[in-house]
């Protein structure tokens, strides 16, 4: 009798904890930090945020139930990813923002990286005019002018909160702590001796036994950083004590960043790149993202061919992808950089004449070739990079995609700060035909100047149905980004497949040079075999990208994906 009463007393102890456990309140950050679960999708309709981790969906959550906008949430999202998801999510890095307000106007923020005023077109040579990629890629001398701040700045003015509500999730979860996941501790784990190379002042990411999942990363000096935010606004992040940290840090690594340079740094508001499809109306971001252009021509290209007559993952449709993948990223090594810098083609790159004529020469019977291929008659790099999707019950819809370029970036903590520093530096050209890290080309477009942006991939994206949000998407994966989100769009208009389908699927990719498929491991092995049969080169890899998708569902009601490559969540209510 006794026993079974001790027995009864331990399941009812067990069932409560196993309820905080999977249901945290989210609203109280300190819950956060003993227990949370991962949520791969939810139908909701007051608003939903997918991330690559759940706090920072959390946090984005949090703030939207206090009465903020999906703008709102996308910087409280950041922010917290600052914090919870050090490989990608940063205030030491850059990103785009695009957003469909609720008054229909389309918003496109740039706040890309820029070359620091002392950088130089041949300075990653050496003496005999060899690239250093060590040097762009690695340390101090790999980071460009970070661009984050200025753009939640610049974001803030559609929000309707103020920023010391957006920004405390993050100061908390740096303040108190929160437990990492497995992924992240592997991440840290493989990243130890590269953060003792790269720092001088030890970071907070570096610890004496390995870390496991569980254990709890607090970051004081972040979070002191982000209390100077707090009260000071940007200023608090390019002036005063964080500016003299990050000059202190170059200092101590042959940096080139100065107090010019951060005090200079603003970011853009730019125009959106709108086009149709199908019915549909694409937002998306123009340069100095190459991804917008490379979706509007990969889709444009594609659009005449019935692509979903041929089925999902069939050999003709990935064929078809493929060909039209390879002509667009002939273009992106040949034309594109920083327009504030070089003129770029766009108009042309995606008008209707030179769409018709760069396809005419696609052959559905055989393998294209790189080699004959050429950039039309007029770079892969990192895959840290990270993507947020937003929506709220207002109309306004928000796509954000991040980085710092290579996992954990530069590896280069600012000493005092604790914040990483992005090695984007490297998304330049650093010579004419020199592959960066991921093996993307360029040539004087994305040449290296003062206070030019780097070319990047990143395509945050919201697909428009009758004028009103109908799919909010997009992902890390450098030059794998506008691929997959080029795949996710057709996947979910032509191929009619679910959200999680859409996003799930194996995914394959195509870049021009090298002349191969990337096929994603769980590719169908017979349309592998298919495209061999035709000539193609095909690699199987590991996985490509995380995507982030909100889709709309007839009714209203959104349906919030979150990608099941790593950690990402999605929350809504
Ligand atoms: N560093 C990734 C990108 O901007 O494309």
Redesign the pocket.
């Known amino acids: 009798m006794k026993h079974s009463f001790l027995l009864a007393f331990l399941l009812v102890i067990a069932s409560l904890h196993r309820a905080v456990a999977q249901e945290p309140d989210i609203d109280d950050p300190s819950s956060v930090k003993a227990h949370y679960k991962i949520q791969k999708t939810v139908t909701c309709s007051n608003g939903a945020v997918v991330s690559a981790h759940p706090l920072a969906s959390r946090a984005g959550l949090s703030v939207m139930k206090k009465g903020g906008n999906a703008v709102d949430a996308a910087i409280a999202t950041q922010l917290a990813l600052a914090v919870v998801y050090p490989g990608a999510g940063n205030i030491g890095g850059g990103g785009f923002m695009v957003a469909r307000l609720a008054n229909g106007k389309n918003l496109a923020i740039d706040y890309?990286e820029k070359a620091p005023a002392a950088a130089g077109r041949d300075m990653y040579l050496d003496a005999n005019g060899n690239p250093q990629m060590n040097l762009s890629q690695n340390g101090h001398l790999a980071s460009g002018v970070p661009g984050t701040i200025a753009g939640l700045f610049a974001s803030l003015k559609y929000a309707k909160l103020p920023f010391s509500v957006l920004i405390e999730p993050a100061i908390e979860l740096a303040e108190k702590g929160f437990e990492i996941t497995a992924n992240e501790a592997n991440g840290l784990n493989a990243y130890k001796n590269a953060f003792i190379k790269y720092n001088s002042v030890q970071p907070a990411f570096v610890k004496e036994t390995p870390w496991k999942a569980g254990d709890t990363l607090v970051q004081k000096d972040l979070a002191a950083t982000l209390k100077r935010i707090r009260d000071l606004g940007q200023k608090g992040f390019y002036e005063g004590e964080t500016a003299k940290l990050i000059v202190e840090e170059m200092q101590r690594g042959k940096g080139l960043i100065s107090y010019e340079d951060l005090k200079n740094y603003q970011a853009k508001e730019r125009t959106a790149l709108v086009f149709p499809y199908k019915g549909y109306s694409i937002v998306s971001m123009p340069m100095p993202?190459s991804?917008g252009v490379i979706i509007n021509q990969a889709l444009r290209m594609i659009e005449d061919k019935n692509i979903g007559k041929m089925g999902f993952a069939s050999v003709g449709a990935v064929q078809l992808m493929v060909e039209a993948e390879r002509r667009a990223y002939a273009d992106r090594a040949e034309f594109m950089g920083d327009a504030d810098f070089v003129k770029v083609p766009v108009k042309k790159l995606t008008s209707d004449a030179y769409i018709k004529e760069r396809f005419s020469d696609y052959d559905p019977t055989k393998a294209g070739s790189s080699e004959t291929t050429k950039a039309g008659k007029i770079n892969p790099?990192?895959e840290e990079?990270t993507h947020l999707s937003v929506i709220d019950k207002f109309g306004n819809a928000v796509s954000v995609t991040t980085?710092l370029?290579g996992g954990y970036g530069s590896k280069t903590v600012v000493g005092g700060a604790g914040f990483l520093l992005n090695n984007?530096m490297d998304?330049f050209s650093v010579k004419p035909g020199v592959p960066n890290m991921y093996g993307a080309l360029g040539t004087e477009a994305n040449a290296i100047a003062p206070g030019k942006r780097?070319l990047?991939?990143?395509t945050p994206t919201i697909v428009l149905k009758a004028g009103k949000p109908f799919l909010v998407v997009g992902t890390p994966g450098?030059?794998t980004?506008p691929t997959s989100v080029f795949q996710s769009i057709v996947n979910v208009i032509d191929f009619k497949l679910s959200t999680a389908d859409a996003v799930y699927k194996p995914k394959f990719h195509h870049q021009w040079q090298p002349d191969e498929i990337y096929v994603e491991k769980g590719f169908p092995e017979k349309t592998i075999d298919g495209l061999k049969a035709m000539g193609y080169k095909v690699n199987v890899r590991g996985s490509i990208g995380r995507t982030e998708a909100i889709r709309v569902l007839p009714g209203g009601k959104f349906e919030a994906v979150a990608d099941n490559r790593g950690d990402d969540a999605a929350e809504g209510y």
Do not use: A, K, V
Request: glycine share 12%.
């Open positions: 890309r993202s991804g790099e990192s990079t980085t370029n984007e998304d780097m990047s991939s990143m450098g030059t980004i």
